[in-house]
């Protein structure tokens, strides 16, 4: 079992369950980075696993790219041991909820009845499931006209989700920009339910 666990720190409403590697060490590997709390720019990861299998990865990190640089490697290892770390989410993860709760206020006002989603308990984004199915490529589309982009369902599902759905970043936005973003989503999505109702109705000749 690979554990992915680099959102698991960006945790807003309670504390996060612990590691499935704790449950049964023997059988998790774990991997987590700076990425999503400190920077992505620092590129400073790690990874949690034994015997073999961590001296395979060792060895294929590098083979891949001989090593990340020690310098960066040293100061992050400082500044994970000195507490800086805890201290850091301690501000950075307010400041994620706030921009979280912005944007499931925006949703309820500009797109109430057309949409589920379950607000988020930690993380960089919400995911949104459209009531009503629509296309999405033209949903992106017409988005991006409005000046608007999402990741749409599809691109990061394995199988076609049952409902068209997006996934909504909150995190890079400035708060005020958050509510005229979810507008444009919803300018778009009424745009594109006006134009498949217009070709409903369009005799073909
Ligand atoms: C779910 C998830 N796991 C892992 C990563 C990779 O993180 P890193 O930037 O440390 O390579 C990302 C980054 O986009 C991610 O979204």
């Known amino acids: 079992v690979l554990e992915d666990g ?3 720190d960006v945790r807003f409403d309670d504390e996060q369950p612990p590691p499935l590697r704790e449950l049964a060490p023997g059988h998790v590997i774990y991997c987590d980075s700076l ?9 400073m990861g790690w990874i949690a696993a ?8 060792a060895m294929l990190k590098l083979n891949s790219d001989f090593h990340t640089n020690t310098l960066s490697q040293h100061i992050t290892a400082r500044f994970l041991a000195a507490g800086l770390y805890e201290k850091h989410l301690a501000a950075s993860n307010p400041f994620y909820r706030e921009r ?3 944007m499931m206020e925006a949703l309820e006002k500009h797109l109430a009845g057309e949409y589920r989603a379950e607000r988020p308990n930690g993380g960089h984004h919400v995911w949104v499931q459209l009531l009503r199915p629509l296309d999405e490529r033209a949903l992106y589309r017409e988005a991006v006209r409005q000046g608007v982009t999402f ?11 049952p409902l068209t759905s997006l996934r909504l970043s909150f995190s890079l936005v400035d708060p005020d920009d958050l509510d005229e973003g979810v507008r444009r989503l919803a300018r778009a999505l009424r745009e594109v339910r006006r134009r498949e109702r217009y070709s409903a109705t369009v005799p073909v000749s």
């Open 35 to 43: 990425s999503k709390t400190v920077g992505g720019g620092l590129r």
């Open 50 to 57: 034994r015997g073999p299998v961590f001296d395979r990865l």
């Open 151 to 161: 990741t749409p369902g599809g691109t990061v599902t394995v199988e076609r989700p």
């Open 6 to 8: 680099v959102y698991s």
């Open 100 to 102: 979280r709760d912005l």
